[in-house]
């Protein structure tokens, strides 16, 4: 079973920038999107980010001009650039690869803390 791994959360101070990345474990075809989605305990995962096709991108109205998603050549990286961080931000983020009707890959989340 192919799964999606996240990387580069961690704490960091109000204002500052990270890049998370997300890597699949293994081959997966026939990739239509991939997203970024974030949670804070007791709510719902929130949709943050998304790319499909040939580059659309679309954006949470909370990220909108903060952050950006972008993918590589291959296809199967995901990258979120967050810039201006703020202590909202704060959340586990999530990456996710829509299979369209295979469904979708989700990772096991990685924590982004922002606090002076």
């Known amino acids: 079973q192919v799964q999606l791994v996240e990387s580069g959360g961690g704490l960091v101070q109000p204002g500052v920038s990270l890049r998370l990345s997300c890597v699949a474990s293994?081959?997966?075809?026939?990739?239509?999107?991939m997203s970024w989605y974030r949670q804070t305990p007791g709510n719902e995962r929130e949709f943050i980010a998304s790319?499909?096709?040939?580059?659309?991108?679309n954006y949470a109205d909370s990220v909108k001009g903060r952050f950006s998603i972008s993918r590589n050549r291959a296809m199967d990286r995901a990258y979120l650039q967050m810039n201006d961080l703020k202590p909202d931000d704060t959340a586990v983020y999530y990456c996710?690869?829509?299979?369209?009707?295979?469904?979708?890959?989700w990772g096991q989340g990685t924590q982004v803390t922002v606090s002076s």
């Open positions: 996710s690869f829509s299979l369209g009707t295979r469904g979708r890959l």
């Open positions: 293994g081959r997966v075809s026939g990739i239509y999107g």
């Open positions: 790319i499909v096709g040939g580059g659309t991108t």
